[in-house]
């Protein structure tokens, strides 16, 4: 009996993960074998890319030829060096014979398994894939290489001028590249995006690009390889939530038109980001901070009205006027005001006639008015809603609202 129960107690290891194999469904086609998305976004590869036991993070990468796909999430499986919280993790799956591989973590990120390993992105020949390391104090963007069918072991790092240090952190994003030979990123230092000249894994000293001064830009960028339009997360005070998908397009002289915020269901009160177009063009991919963030994906048919509107909108650009109260008007908003999810309180006070918000001992900063009883702060992403009647503040700041209770 003895030997009978080691036997099985060998074995067991190696039957649940047959199960498990077993358990993973038979998947053939293009993207992963899922049904294609029409002209409303819908999850991508629900319990496959798109899980409920992980969290998505960063843009999905999908192989110039679609044979392979890589995505990034935060999972359990390596905790970090202290035991205490998940990692981020590169996993794929790819085509064998005709059939998807049940999606594993990468081989060549195992030098950093207690760090972060994100932000996929190929080479528009799918000879090399970017993404980071996270690393303590530090992101920089590493590439590994296909030879005979197989990704290089060791990640290469891709070196300065890219990967640079700012103070004692650095803090680099993925790259997205084009059929010019350019190179861009996101920088999140100076909110602006970054143009390099790039060849053979090579980048050169960086020229800048400006989103429109309406848009406060965040996270990475999308550039399409034509350089035609772009697509960014961003914040403007018309937007549906605290960061939304816009995109803006070249006219016929090659000038950008006004950036456009996306309908359609693309974005919703919740966080949208990491925009990227598949390598055929007919669909765009982005990550939705549903409860476990999850990636959609929807036709790019919809970006036929954006261009027509984001060319046409330019020609006579929005202006925004903030609407001006009479000083006696701004006293039902002056005070100060708290809510026990914030350690510290805000206080509302005016100059002429103007208010002025002030965060504990910082320097105060106006507020614009752009409807009734609603204040804007475009440089921190705040959007303040006062409710007179209650003596109640509502403030908006990234994907939180705070009730705040005047004292």
Not at 243 to 253: E, H, P, T, V
Not at 352 to 378: G, S
């Amino acid at each position: 009996m003895k030997k009978i129960s080691f036997a099985i107690l060998i074995l067991f290891p190696f039957l649940l993960n047959a199960q498990t194999l077993e358990d993973f469904p038979v998947l053939k086609g293009e993207y992963l074998g899922q049904k294609k998305p029409g002209r409303t976004p819908e999850v991508f590869a629900p319990g496959i890319v798109s899980d409920t036991s992980w969290a998505e993070h960063c843009q999905i990468a999908i192989s110039p030829n679609g044979d392979e796909i890589f995505w990034s999430v935060y999972t359990s499986e390596y905790p970090k060096i202290d035991g205490k919280g998940n990692t981020e993790q590169l996993y794929y799956s790819k085509l064998e014979n005709g059939i998807w591989t049940k999606p594993k973590i990468t081989d060549f990120t195992s030098n950093n398994k207690h760090g972060g390993n994100g932000g996929p992105v190929f080479s528009l020949d799918g000879k090399k894939l970017f993404f980071y390391q996270r690393k303590p104090c530090d992101k920089y963007m590493y590439y590994v290489e296909k030879k005979d069918g197989q990704w290089s072991k060791d990640p290469i790092s891709i070196g300065e001028p890219y990967n640079t240090k700012i103070g004692n952190v650095a803090t680099n994003w993925t790259p997205v590249f084009t059929k010019k030979g350019y190179a861009y990123e996101y920088n999140q230092q100076k909110r602006v995006i970054l143009k390099y000249k790039y060849d053979e894994a090579l980048f050169s000293q960086p020229d800048t690009m400006r989103v429109h001064e309406d848009f406060r830009l965040s996270f990475n960028v999308y550039v399409a390889p034509d350089e035609s339009y772009y697509i960014f997360s961003g914040y403007n005070y018309k937007g549906f939530g605290d960061l939304d998908l816009c995109i803006c397009f070249k006219d016929s002289d090659g000038n950008w038109g006004y950036p456009i915020i996306m309908r359609d269901e693309v974005n919703t009160k919740a966080r949208e980001r990491f925009p990227v177009v598949s390598p055929d063009g007919k669909y765009l991919f982005f990550m939705r901070h549903t409860k476990t963030q999850d990636i959609f994906w929807v036709s790019t048919k919809i970006f036929d009205k954006y261009k027509r509107e984001s060319i046409e909108t330019m020609k006579n650009p929005p202006v925004f006027n903030a609407i001006m109260l009479e000083s006696e008007e701004l006293d039902k908003y002056i005070g100060v005001y708290s809510c026990p999810e914030l350690t510290r309180k805000i206080t509302i006070s005016k100059e002429d006639n103007f208010l002025k918000a002030q965060i504990a001992d910082r320097t105060p900063f106006t507020i614009d008015c752009y409807d009734k009883d609603k204040f804007k702060y475009d440089r921190g992403m705040l959007k303040i809603e006062f409710i007179p009647d209650e003596n109640k503040m509502l403030l908006k700041a990234g994907s939180s609202t705070y009730e705040m209770i005047k004292q």
